[in-house]
Nanobody, 116 residues
Framework: QVHLVESGGGLVQPGGSLRLSCAAS????????MNWYRQTPGKGRELVAR????????NVLDSVKGRFTGSRDNAKNMLYLQMNTLKPEDTAVYYC?????????WGPGTQVTVSS
């Protein structure tokens, strides 16, 4: 059974940093690309970044380029999103996601609030 759980969200001031984590289980994590998405009220989920099985970033959202870095530890089945120079418009619920065995799986999300 696929299980994804995000953590690391919280309240941070503009210009601050957060590191999100996603613990994955129930599938061969090391050979699957993983995604970070985010969602704000009244807006659909948008792809923040894709992290390939090898740990490379792809499809990075223009507004986070140069500020956010996706990475993974395949030995620990963990996905990460390092977020620097945070802005109020980064406020959202952040989700990790995987497409596995013809299905798409999501974690419950973690709230990130950027505010002074």
């Amino acid at each position: 059974q696929v299980h994804l759980v995000e953590s690391g969200g919280g309240l941070v001031q503009p210009g601050g940093s957060l590191r999100l984590s996603c613990a994955a289980s129930g599938f061969p994590f090391s050979i699957y690309a993983m995604n970070w998405y985010r969602q704000t009220p009244g807006k659909g989920r948008e792809l923040v970044a894709r992290v390939t099985a090898e740990g490379d970033m792809r499809n990075v959202l223009d507004s986070v380029k140069g500020r956010f870095t996706g990475s993974r530890d395949n030995a620990k089945n963990m996905l990460y999103l390092q977020m620097n120079t945070l802005k109020p418009e980064d406020t959202a619920v952040y989700y990790c996601n995987v497409a596995y065995s013809l299905q798409t799986y999501w974690g419950p999300g973690t709230q990130v609030t950027v505010s002074s």
